[in-house]
């Protein structure tokens, strides 16, 4: 008996066969994607990972067992074709393939669960309870190339800068963030959390003499609300470097991203155009608003915003119109941030923390960190923390802290836009929301 992987190889992606080959006798292995019968002709799209290839079967040339094969293949079952080349104008890329065999290397249920051939829009958590059939479709799976790329220049990018790159735990003690965000889990006997970000590990590697440092991996937040940008998991992107400033590692973002841009659009065109989304390329440097000037644009317009608030829809709405694309905001009050961020030296209730921006969805957020270990000590009290609490990152503080600054993006809120993507659900493969924890 022949080997089922034997019987499946094949010779060429859907992509690789072109009008040139006619006459050649290829193997493809793929999905049955639809089935057109018209009497004496039949049409069967087989779709793979690169697209769709056309089988065409008449009746007049082909046997009548073959015939009947070609008649029982069904959706989404997986078959493997032995067929010679042929132009056609009107199939993909031109060819259409003339079947001499046909191998049925799986069979597929019906009916569907999901409708591959994208005619009927499914509803987003019909599509998330079968995502595998859902990225099937290609322009969902187009949002996952994407981020795959995104990822890939995003590690190359840091290397390409000696970045260390690092992983550290997801179980932890304690908060970074502020208290109002975290999953309580149980750790044998003591109560511990789930990580709401990486921010205390990458800090404490800056007393290691690695310098710069950089994480890609999961964050957990107890977010209540239901959102379009918001997931109880994400994936953060988290870069930390010593002696440098908060306007160093901006800089830093800004150029990764662009880097991310370009890659994108020379590598992911096929994907791009599945999704029908261009990239919006910055040109120049991200404009710089101050959160001062944020307030101003914010009440001069159609919504209201105070001294020492955070951003609410509206104003983040009245801002993305007013901003463009990507931009920071910077000079952000202590009293909002974060305890480790270093206040200004000139004026400490203006910190060193910027967010960046694309329209109204924040992207990132960072800022240069206190290294003075008194001072962080009066933040985390100032901030109603527990300093015995952090007494091992505390620690690190003590014996040659260099300055340093950092920040953390989303990766998914990153894909989003780059994608075009509404929803943030549509750039993570399981997401895990309010009432989301399967598949
Ligand atoms: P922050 O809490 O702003 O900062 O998070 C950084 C970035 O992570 C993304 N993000 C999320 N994405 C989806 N769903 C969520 N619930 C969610 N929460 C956060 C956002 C956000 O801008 N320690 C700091 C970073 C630093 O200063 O280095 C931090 O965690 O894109």
Sequence with gaps: MTNIFDKCKRTH????????????????????????????????????KNGLIQLTAPSKKISEELMADVRAARKETIITVTATVQESNKAPNGVELIPSNIDVINVSQLPLPLDTTEKVDAEMDTRLDSRFMDLRKHDVNAIFKIKSQIL?????????????????????????????????????????????????????????????????????????????????????????????????????LEDLI??????????????????????????????????????????????????????????????????????????????????YVMPKEDDPEKSTAFDLMYRDLELSSGSQRIHDYDLLYKQLEAKDLNPASFEKYLQAFKYGMPPHSGWGMGADRLTMVITGAKNIRETVLFPRDRRRLTP
Excluded at 15 to 42: F, S, Y
Excluded at 152 to 179: M, Q, W
Excluded at 297 to 322: C, F, P, Q, W
């Design 13 to 48: 992606y859907s992509d690789q066969v072109n009008p040139e080959m006619a006459g050649e006798t290829i193997k493809v292995t793929g999905w049955v994607h639809e089935i057109r019968d018209l009497g004496g002709i039949v049409f069967v799209l087989i779709r793979d």
């Design 152 to 252: 890939h220049t995003t590690r190359n990018y840091f290397y390409d800068k000696d970045f260390t790159e690092i992983t550290t735990p997801k179980l932890v003690a304690s908060a970074t963030e502020g208290g109002t965000e975290l999953f309580p889990i149980t750790y044998f006997e003591k109560e511990a959390f789930l990580g709401q970000s990486p921010q205390l590990y990458k800090q404490m590697m800056m007393a290691t003499g690695l310098d710069n440092v950089f994480e890609i991996g999961q964050i957990f937040r107890a977010e209540e609300h239901d959102t379009l940008r918001h997931l109880n998991e994400a994936i953060s992107i988290d870069a930390e470097m010593s002696f440098n400033s908060h306007e160093d590692v901006m800089n830093l």
């Design 258 to 339: 662009k880097n991310v841009l370009k890659d994108v659009e020379d590598k992911c065109t096929v994907q791009l155009e599945d999704l029908g989304h261009e990239l919006d390329i910055p040109t120049g440097a991200f404009p710089k608003v101050t959160y001062e000037e944020v307030i101003d644009i914010v009440n001069s317009h159609d919504a209201e915003m105070e001294y020492g608030e955070d951003l609410n829809r509206a104003a983040e709405k009245v801002l993305g119109e007013t901003m463009g694309s990507y931009y920071f905001i910077t000079d952000w009050p202590t009293k909002i941030k974060p305890f």
